[in-house]
């Protein structure tokens, strides 16, 4: 090696990692027994027959849990900022307890509880059947996140622009409105759509719900095509509900990218 | 405007600008202001220098309340604002304040930063908020920046638009918190002539900056303070010229 110059040694190293790779390539293609692949995660029937029921069904009904549980969990997050700014102490310990008690929690638990453990415990069953006490628990969850996250905005807005607003005259409601509010909101536009590619995926956990036909989300759905139709007895629903939902999170996943670089350009 | 600053109290005009009685401010075990004493008259341009720490910002911070004063009095046109019963809001929209960091709202054009306390606070309305943003944007020399965003001003530029903003409110007094201190030197000079010609048309500004030039040529009044305490306090060409106290001949050979 003693003859080579420096390029000359790192084009080595670089020609020998492709080659690694491409003979890693090329053994899993040798070795995998595709025939097997095939007929447990892409069995065509699994698609051509029920792609009518995934879209149209479980691919809408995830996307309609979803923006529930985050406008919800939106506006109780809302209320739990305002309560962690109040003046008065006990407002602030009941916000902080909440936000401890739900973070702390599985969301799956969560969601059993308002399913069924409510029901039980009180007779109360929420609006939307089981679905809709289910989606009462991950807003439950999701504000606890969406709360901390808006607080931490809102401690971003540099103290100067509400000291400004103050010695114009105008009091805390209209400061906070006007001034503080529409900067926090925009810091935290990036973090709140990346909750909202996690609550994406945990509205997977209402599964554990009954559900009628036409209230399956994704999961429900490709578990159900597992032990009946047209792909019974193979993965394949399974792998259609997989690519349904990256369709959903990986374009939501790059605007977050985006949106993050837009903000570390403009300041 | 009719709004009443206090339940009982009334303005009196025959009193001082803003009146300050034995202040004292703690922040913790640290003793920042620690009886202070002092008065601008209206129409006066006082100035207050001294070095960092010696509490000169935090007074000027009480007189608005921005910072709650530990123990004494502030009395802005004889009103008590210290006073729990006082529409602190309403004394404050009386009170321009102009900030070391500018402060303008970064999400608003300049002239959103102009109305918008205008509309929110004096209640006035749209159009009548946006003349008086005209008038008072033309008063700094920036009329042509009334649709841009801070981020695209100089700082200079935005210090100028801070200025216009506090007089929009048609204050009877501006408060100058360092005005010049963030700004490249090449941008004083703009800063100065605005504040220059605000002085001569009248206004009362309590000034804490280190423009010792500024202070000597405007000043009808220099306050020196160190440590907590007013130490010297005088006519302006009195005081840089001929200081009596060994604490401010100490401060001014070093700054001048």
């Given at each position: 090696m003693g003859s080579l110059t420096r390029t000359q040694r790192q084009r080595a190293v670089q020609f020998s990692l492709y080659g690694l790779f491409v003979l890693l390539i090329v053994l899993f293609w040798v070795v995998s027994d595709k025939e097997a692949i095939r007929a447990n995660f892409f069995l065509a029937e699994g698609f051509t027959e029920t792609w009518q029921d995934f879209v149209f069904i479980g691919a809408k009904n995830t996307i309609l849990y979803t923006v529930i549980a985050f406008v919800g969990g939106f506006v109780l997050a809302m209320?739990?900022?305002?309560?962690?700014?109040?003046?008065?102490?006990?407002?602030?310990?009941?916000?902080?307890?909440?936000?401890?008690?739900?973070?702390?929690l599985p969301a799956l638990v969560v969601i059993l509880f308002m399913a069924f453990g409510v029901p039980i415990a009180f007779g109360w069953r929420p609006p939307g059947g089981p679905v809709g006490a289910g989606l009462v628990g991950l807003m439950l969850v999701s504000a606890a996140y969406m709360a901390e996250t808006i607080r931490a905005g809102i401690e971003a807005v540099p103290k100067g622009q509400t000291e400004a607003a103050r010695s114009l005259g105008m009091n805390g409601g209209w400061t906070m409105a006007t001034v503080v509010m529409p900067q926090a909101l925009r810091i935290v536009i990036p973090p709140l759509t990346n909750e909202l590619v996690i609550l994406i995926k945990d509205t997977s956990l209402l599964f554990v719900i009954g559900m009628a036909a036409n209230e399956k989300e994704l999961t429900t759905m490709a578990r159900d095509f597992m032990s009946s139709g047209p792909s019974a007895g193979t993965a394949t629903s399974l792998t259609f509900a997989a690519l349904l939902y990256l369709a959903i999170t990986l374009p939501l996943t790059r605007?977050?990218?985006?949106?993050?670089?837009?903000?570390?350009?403009s300041r | 405007m009719?709004?009443?600053?206090?339940?009982t109290q009334e303005v009196d005009p025959g009193a001082p600008a803003i009146e300050v009685r034995d202040l004292h401010k703690s922040f913790g075990d640290n003793d920042v202001l620690t009886g202070i004493d002092f008065h601008v008259d209206a129409g006066q341009v006082v100035c207050v220098i001294g070095p960092s720490g010696s509490g000169k910002s935090t007074l000027l911070r009480c007189v608005n309340r921005l910072e709650e004063p530990t123990s004494g009095q502030v009395l802005i046109e004889g009103i008590d604002i210290t006073d729990p019963e006082t529409e602190l809001d309403a004394v404050r929209s009386r009170i321009g304040m102009v900030f070391q960091q500018f402060n303008l709202f970064s999400h608003m054009t300049v002239l959103r930063n102009l109305t918008i306390a205008q509309q929110r606070a004096k209640k006035r309305s749209r159009k009548e908020a946006e003349e008086v943003a005209r008038r008072n944007l033309d008063r700094v020399g920036l009329s042509d920046k009334i649709d841009a965003y801070p981020a695209h001003l100089s700082g200079g530029q935005q210090q100028r638009v801070a200025i216009a903003r506090a007089l929009s409110m048609d204050p009877d007094m501006m408060l100058f918190d360092e005005p010049t201190s963030a700004l490249d030197p090449e941008l004083v000079g703009d800063v100065l002539d605005v504040m220059k010609t605000l002085a001569g048309e009248g206004m009362t500004m309590m000034v804490v900056t280190h423009e010792m030039g500024f202070a000597r040529e405007v000043g009808d009044k220099l306050v020196f303070m160190a440590d907590g305490v007013i130490c010297e306090e005088g006519d302006p060409r009195e005081v840089l010229g001929n200081p009596r106290e060994p604490r401010t001949q100490e401060f001014l050979s070093k700054v001048l």
């Amino acid at each position: 090696m003693g003859s080579l110059t420096r390029t000359q040694r790192q084009r080595a190293v670089q020609f020998s990692l492709y080659g690694l790779f491409v003979l890693l390539i090329v053994l899993f293609w040798v070795v995998s027994d595709k025939e097997a692949i095939r007929a447990n995660f892409f069995l065509a029937e699994g698609f051509t027959e029920t792609w009518q029921d995934f879209v149209f069904i479980g691919a809408k009904n995830t996307i309609l849990y979803t923006v529930i549980a985050f406008v919800g969990g939106f506006v109780l997050a809302m209320v739990l900022v305002l309560m962690k700014l109040a003046p008065v102490a006990p407002f602030r310990w009941l916000a902080t307890a909440y936000i401890e008690l739900f973070r702390g929690l599985p969301a799956l638990v969560v969601i059993l509880f308002m399913a069924f453990g409510v029901p039980i415990a009180f007779g109360w069953r929420p609006p939307g059947g089981p679905v809709g006490a289910g989606l009462v628990g991950l807003m439950l969850v999701s504000a606890a996140y969406m709360a901390e996250t808006i607080r931490a905005g809102i401690e971003a807005v540099p103290k100067g622009q509400t000291e400004a607003a103050r010695s114009l005259g105008m009091n805390g409601g209209w400061t906070m409105a006007t001034v503080v509010m529409p900067q926090a909101l925009r810091i935290v536009i990036p973090p709140l759509t990346n909750e909202l590619v996690i609550l994406i995926k945990d509205t997977s956990l209402l599964f554990v719900i009954g559900m009628a036909a036409n209230e399956k989300e994704l999961t429900t759905m490709a578990r159900d095509f597992m032990s009946s139709g047209p792909s019974a007895g193979t993965a394949t629903s399974l792998t259609f509900a997989a690519l349904l939902y990256l369709a959903i999170t990986l374009p939501l996943t790059r605007v977050v990218a985006w949106l993050e670089r837009r903000q570390n350009r403009s300041r | 405007m009719t709004t009443r600053l206090h339940p009982t109290q009334e303005v009196d005009p025959g009193a001082p600008a803003i009146e300050v009685r034995d202040l004292h401010k703690s922040f913790g075990d640290n003793d920042v202001l620690t009886g202070i004493d002092f008065h601008v008259d209206a129409g006066q341009v006082v100035c207050v220098i001294g070095p960092s720490g010696s509490g000169k910002s935090t007074l000027l911070r009480c007189v608005n309340r921005l910072e709650e004063p530990t123990s004494g009095q502030v009395l802005i046109e004889g009103i008590d604002i210290t006073d729990p019963e006082t529409e602190l809001d309403a004394v404050r929209s009386r009170i321009g304040m102009v900030f070391q960091q500018f402060n303008l709202f970064s999400h608003m054009t300049v002239l959103r930063n102009l109305t918008i306390a205008q509309q929110r606070a004096k209640k006035r309305s749209r159009k009548e908020a946006e003349e008086v943003a005209r008038r008072n944007l033309d008063r700094v020399g920036l009329s042509d920046k009334i649709d841009a965003y801070p981020a695209h001003l100089s700082g200079g530029q935005q210090q100028r638009v801070a200025i216009a903003r506090a007089l929009s409110m048609d204050p009877d007094m501006m408060l100058f918190d360092e005005p010049t201190s963030a700004l490249d030197p090449e941008l004083v000079g703009d800063v100065l002539d605005v504040m220059k010609t605000l002085a001569g048309e009248g206004m009362t500004m309590m000034v804490v900056t280190h423009e010792m030039g500024f202070a000597r040529e405007v000043g009808d009044k220099l306050v020196f303070m160190a440590d907590g305490v007013i130490c010297e306090e005088g006519d302006p060409r009195e005081v840089l010229g001929n200081p009596r106290e060994p604490r401010t001949q100490e401060f001014l050979s070093k700054v001048l």
